[in-house]
C-alpha cells in the first residue's frame, strides 16, 4: 500500500495487522498478517524484478529476473513468459559473474548499474 505521511502508514499498517492475506504464494487458505514493513519512497524511474528461490523441480536455486517489476510476476508468466529470465545455480559452484552478466545484460542494465 502507498502512504503519503507517516499517519497514513501508521494506518494502513493497522489495518492490515491481524488480517489474512491471500495470494497466489500464500494459497486459498492465505497466511495471518503479524508484521508489516515500512520502507521510505523515493522516485521510481524504472522497477525491475528479481528473485532467488528453490526451483522444486531441481532442487537447485533459480534466478528469476524481469523488466517487468511493479507487476504481479505471476500475471507477466502467464502473458508474458518471455519476459522472465531464468538462470539456474549449480550448487557446487554458485553464483558465478557469469550469471550477474546475464541477467544484467536481459534487464538492459548499463555501466556501474
Aim: hydrophobic share 40%; proline share 4%; net charge neutral.
Amino acid at each position: 500500500r502507498l502512504a503519503k505521511s507517516p499517519a497514513e502508514a501508521r494506518e494502513a499498517a493497522a489495518a492490515m495487522i491481524g488480517q489474512t492475506l491471500v495470494t497466489k504464494q500464500t494459497g486459498p487458505e492465505g497466511k495471518v498478517v503479524s508484521r508489516v514493513y515500512v520502507e521510505a519512497g523515493c522516485d521510481i524511474k524504472r522497477e525491475l524484478y528479481l528473485s532467488l528461490l528453490l526451483d522444486r523441480e531441481t532442487s537447485r536455486i533459480v534466478i528469476m529476473a524481469s523488466t517487468e517489476g511493479g507487476m504481479e510476476i505471476e500475471e507477466v508468466a502467464e502473458h508474458q513468459p518471455e519476459k522472465i529470465l531464468k538462470v539456474h545455480v549449480d550448487p557446487a559452484t554458485g553464483i558465478s559473474g557469469w550469471h550477474g552478466r546475464k541477467l544484467a545484460f536481459a534487464l538492459g542494465l548499463e555501466g556501474k548499474q
